[in-house]
């Protein structure tokens, strides 16, 4: 039997981050070591990042288990035809689950920085979504992936050095905030692990997943963080769509849960994610948790070879979000 625990993802991360340091200038990256030795790669703080660092940066934090793709959205949104994402992954627990999902909190508080990536699962005090598989990493150099404005200091990655029992010098941080071109790609292309979490939360089994793919739309850039972070949201909740392949007895089952796991279901749904979390006193927190869901999901029962799907691509709430709302 396959063994899968027998993948670093770390390992397999860390090939792809020493090609971004054998040409940064190329991708559009900037590279710096703190006092530390930590490496920090910016891509798109000071530096204008790239859709080749895009990409790098959304297979890293797939721990280097998933495959990407440039495509085309196939419906116009107001009359344009934008771009969109393809992934694919083959070990959904590990690539999503046990890296990709920003599941790390740096600091205490609600508004404290999450991170994503495979260093998550060399954290001596994993996240809650590792309690549901029992996938845990070993290897020397750890990967961390950041969504933020602030700068990256000693403090955090001494930190998060000590959590994953390795050197400073040995840990590698990619940052890129709301309003950049990289961030709004691996925005994008987090639509499967944006529908694993709300299976995991409605009651599926994760090993009864064998694989999964995604296609997300991408939206309008804007050089401010507030509406780029509802932006990159919309993309997800009302322009992605979510294929998974799984292995499960009760077509019942799994058809109610196509039903539950899609933004629809929502009580929230319906508006653009800024007026959301507007309403919500700009708190994450009392958004409801059944929000962050995918458009549309298919669920293959590869046990009977039934298909189940749900969902909608809202393309109207989509043309409110990405051209009548800016600056």
């Known amino acids: 039997m396959f063994d899968s625990g027998r993948i670093s993802i770390n390992q397999q991360a860390m090939k792809l981050v020493r090609e971004i340091l054998a040409n940064p200038a190329a991708l559009g990256v900037s590279v710096s070591t703190l006092p530390n030795g930590t490496t920090v790669i910016d891509m798109g703080q000071d ?38 994402v393809r992934v694919m992954v083959d070990f959904p627990m590990l690539a999503c689950c046990a890296s990709q999902i920003a599941g790390w909190r740096l600091e205490a508080g609600d508004f404290a920085p999450m991170s994503a990536g495979p260093a998550r699962a060399l954290n001596s005090q994993p996240d809650h979504h590792f309690d549901h598989i029992s996938y845990r990493d070993r290897y020397h150099e750890a990967v961390l992936a950041i969504q933020t404005r602030e700068k990256i200091g000693e403090a955090w990655t001494n930190s998060i050095a000590a959590a994953c029992n390795i050197q400073a010098k040995d840990l590698y941080i990619l940052v890129a905030p709301n309003a950049s071109l990289v961030c709004a790609v691996q925005v994008a292309a987090r639509i499967v692990e944006q529908t694993i979490h709300r299976l995991e939360e409605e009651g599926l089994a994760m090993d009864s997943i064998f694989s999964a793919q995604g296609f997300c739309i991408l939206p309008p850039l804007i050089d401010d963080d507030l509406i780029a972070m509802g932006r990159i949201n919309d993309t ?85 979000s990405f051209f009548r709302m800016g600056k």
Not at 57 to 73: Q, R
Not at 76 to 84: D, E, M, S, T, Y
């Open 47 to 84: 530096a204008p990042g790239s859709w080749a660092a895009a990409r790098y940066y959304t297979l890293i934090t797939m721990g280097g288990l998933g495959e990407f793709s440039y495509e085309t959205f196939p419906y116009p949104i107001n009359g344009v035809r934008l771009p969109a």
């Open 236 to 320: 997800l909740l009302y322009g992605g769509e979510a294929t998974f392949y799984l292995r499960h007895p009760d077509d019942a089952f799994v058809e109610q849960l196509a039903n539950k796991v899609v933004a629809r279901a929502s009580r929230a749904y319906g508006k653009p994610f800024i007026e959301i979390f507007e309403a919500a006193d700009r708190d994450f927190y009392q958004i409801p948790l059944d929000l962050h869901s995918p458009a549309v999901v298919h669920l293959n029962n590869m046990t009977t070879g039934r298909t189940f799907s749900a969902g909608e691509i809202n393309e109207q709430v989509l043309t409110d």
